[in-house]
């Protein structure tokens, strides 16, 4: 091969190389290596965060909206059930607007409205099954039979006992024969655990319940007994939960043992079915016969039917999971005296930072 053969494959081997790696540049300059995607970091929630998460704080945007209600509110409103009653403890109905003063850790707040309407109601039957109710219970299941026949299309209710654990009978539902049922398989023995069943309830009524107002009737002639949660435990669920309690308590203020409440404890036993009910915005009632449990029945029916619903927009707007205390002035006016029950505060929590909660155990 000459010289000059050997120098012309040289040239076209160069030539093949350049054009090669001319082609690999352009290819590279328009599809660039994409650099692996970082994975967000997961923030992790403090404790208050997820205890708040278990149970859900009290404005109106922290409540399932049903969709049959046309109403809709503002997500910055906090709506209050108040019942409002005169010095004979009968409920008054003409009030407007202005005949009402909200305050919020003692300060005034806006109102925004005050209507009162029929709505629907979520609400629990839990009644004491324990030996000493025995005598009691069949008078008992037939005033929850009176509230079921009182139940709207749209209500639901659910059924739980307690003994020494609570238990529950029957799911929330709107099936009135279901509920007949399961009141009427309701049977006494072992003892009292008031302040658990309260608690497990409230937790079932805040999860299941379809409605925003929800109400617990509660039926006990036991001195509280086996409960492991404490009174202060109850207090933070049912203002969590935002749960009414209408308690009825057969206490026996002359009984000096049995399934009764001894006298010693008489006092103590009325004291905390009390505070309990003042707190949720409930009634408590003292029955001293079983035969007033029909007239008590019709009372709570009547008093969850004839709430005003008053909304504010809270001048402190931080969801910072503080416990805000709520106060409702009536405006007096004339001779006549008038009272305002309704919850005593809400903890203000943003709704986007809580998770769904777990079912009670007892109540799978």
Known sequence: MSFRQSLRILMAVLLATSVGLYVIRQTNAQDPPQP?????????????????AQRQGAQADQQAVDPGMTDRVDTEEVLLDVTVIDQNNQPVFDLQKDDFTVFEDKVKQEIVSVRREEVPVSFGMVIDTSGSMRARLPQVVESGLQLVKQMRE?????????????ELIQDFTSDRRDLEDALNELYSSGGTSLLDAIVATSDYAQQKAKQRRKALIIISDGLEKNSAVKEKEVIE???ENEVQLYLVGFVDEDAEGGGLFRKSDAKKARDLLSRLAEDSGGRVFFPKEISEMPA??????KDLRTQYIVSYAPSNSAKDGTFRTIKVNINQKGTRKLFARTRQGYYARDPKSQQPAASPKKFQ
């Open 154 to 166: 749209t209500d639901e209710a659910f059924v739980a006992s307690f003994k020494a654990e609570p």
């Open 237 to 239: 669920a049912i203002r």
């Open 296 to 301: 008590i029945a019709d009372q709570i029916a």
């Open 36 to 52: 692996p995607k970082a994975r967000p970091t997961p923030t992790p929630k403090d404790q208050k965060e997820r205890k708040g």
